[in-house]
């Protein structure tokens, strides 16, 4: 499974993913500062699902149609690593397809058209 870990939730997301045996890739390393539709542009183009703190990407992809393989978006008040990757380690390998919404008591899963 691959993903690309966006600068909001910082590159040590992407390193945890990475010792845990998954592909990570940090949007900060491969293109710093990018508009988010070019962010989802890459990792669709790319096969990544997105991992993100933020929520516009629920209205490029819902309300503007935009494509993607999947994206994980964190609403959780804690910003460390390991505990965000505690919360949605049970998501992780479901992503494809799906917009995957973690909180610290639910995970919310719609797929994607």
């Known amino acids: ?11 040590r997301l992407s390193n945890v993913l990475n010792r845990h045996g998954y592909e990570a ?12 539709d070019k962010i989802l542009e890459f990792a669709e183009k790319e096969n990544l699902i997105l991992v993100t703190g933020d929520k516009d990407f629920g209205e490029l992809i819902f309300r503007m149609k935009k494509l993607s393989k999947g994206v994980i978006l ?25 917009f995957i919404v973690v909180e610290e008591d639910r995970i919310r899963v719609r797929k994607l058209a």
């Not at 499974?1 to 590159?11: A, H, S, T």
């Not at 890739?25 to 988010?36: H, K, T």
Request: charged share 35%; no cysteine; proline share 4%.
């Open 25 to 36: 890739l940090f949007v900060g390393d491969l293109m710093r500062s990018s508009p988010d």
């Open 74 to 98: 964190f609403r959780a008040l804690t910003t460390d690593p390991e505990k965000l990757f505690e919360l949605a380690k049970s998501v992780l390998d479901k992503s494809i397809g799906k």
């Open 1 to 11: 499974m691959r993903f690309l870990v966006d600068e909001d939730l910082g590159k």
